[in-house]
């Protein structure tokens, strides 16, 4: 904004005084690039500036605090973002990790992987990663943590970068859910976008907007991988700082990941599994064996938990637990 005829004068006259009392100060002032006169900053109290960066066609706003008198303040970048609610800032991460944390449980909405974490499931406000290949039953399992929230009459979010919601609800009635009922009690919010639509800041500001709105018991965000574009760094980042945020309130967050290949490997990094409590490992049966997938919990911090690898199957009512050693053909078989 132009300054007033008023202001550019005092502004003149500051400069001049400056200039006679103490020379060196006033040529160090008048090189500083930060404001358009080089001298704004110096008289006001409270510095904040405001930036508008691109970065690969994705543009975020940012703001730093450069100066606040008589306070302390963040220094950091701050991105931000403008929308039809408003001016959202977003933490860039928590100063301490202070969360509070709980004991209690939260069902992972199937009997038996329950009964892998000892019948009670994860932690309530624990992170919780399902990491596996192509068709692995990532989505389906995210999808069963859902609506066992909505059961017990709780909300829950479902952060979906891959399918639109109509496709996704479609997809999982296929495994015996019906999520568009809960969407129509109000209880599950499908909020489905593009990872390239915006910044990983915009996506993240989002999710926070919908959290805020919704206040669910438990969030789900399906895909990780979908960032694919991001950095390491970048995705690591804000899966710091989304975890960060929901645990503070007490919100259990589940991830899935899409690892290449067949995603068979224990190896395979994910980038982000040092923020994350429970570590779920999916893989396909290898060719040759009759359908069916493999579960196995690579690391749940602060419980005893299963180190068996077990088989399930997919059916359209859900996912079902296949003794070991059978498929669910031979199971049919010996039914029939
Ligand atoms: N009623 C059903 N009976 C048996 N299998 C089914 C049924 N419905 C879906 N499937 C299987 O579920 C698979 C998809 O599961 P899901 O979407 O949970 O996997 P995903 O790991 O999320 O996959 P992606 O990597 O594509 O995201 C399908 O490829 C299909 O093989
Ligand atoms: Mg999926």
């Not at 290949?261 to 009759?290: A, F, K, Y």
């Amino acid at each position: 904004m132009p300054l007033s005829e008023d202001e550019q004068r005092i502004l003149d006259e500051i400069e001049r005084s400056f200039y006679k009392h103490d020379p060196a100060f006033a040529r160090n002032v008048s090189t500083a690039t930060l404001t358009r006169q080089g001298l704004e900053e110096y008289v006001s109290d409270c510095v904040i500036f405001l930036d508008h960066r691109v970065t690969d066609q994705i543009s975020t706003r940012r703001l730093r605090v450069v100066k606040y008198r008589g306070s302390s303040h963040g220094t950091n970048e701050y991105p931000f973002l403008i929308d039809r609610r408003g001016i959202a800032v977003l933490p860039v991460t928590s100063l301490q990790l202070m969360h509070r944390t709980t004991s209690a449980r939260v069902p992972t909405g199937l009997d038996w992987l329950d009964d892998m974490f000892g019948g009670q499931g994860y932690f309530r406000g624990s992170s919780v990663l399902f990491s596996g290949g192509a068709g692995t039953a990532k989505t389906t399992l995210a999808a069963y943590f859902l609506d066992a929230a909505c059961r017990r009459g709780e909300r829950a979010i479902c952060f979906q970068f891959e399918e639109s919601p109509p496709q996704y609800a479609r997809n999982m009635r296929s495994v015996g859910l019906k999520l568009d009922h809960w969407v129509r009690k109000g209880l599950l919010r499908i909020h489905a976008a593009r990872p390239t639509l915006y910044g990983l800041e915009f996506h993240l500001a989002t999710m926070h907007r919908e959290v805020d709105e919704a206040a669910p018991s438990v969030v789900v965000v399906d895909p990780l991988s979908s960032f694919i574009g991001a950095s390491f760094d970048e995705v690591n980042s804000m899966v710091m700082r989304l975890i960060d945020y929901l645990k503070g309130k007490n919100i259990t967050a589940l991830f899935t990941h899409l690892t290449p290949g067949s995603g068979g490997s224990q190896e395979v990094e994910v980038g982000v599994s040092s923020l994350i409590d429970t570590w779920i490992l999916l893989r396909n049966s290898p060719p040759g064996e009759h359908g069916g997938r493999h579960l196995s919990i690579l690391k749940s911090r602060g419980m005893s938990h299963s180190s068996d690898r077990r088989a399930f199957e997919l059916t359209d009512k859900g996912p079902v637990l296949l003794p070991p050693g059978r498929t669910l053909q031979a199971i049919r078989g010996v039914r029939a």
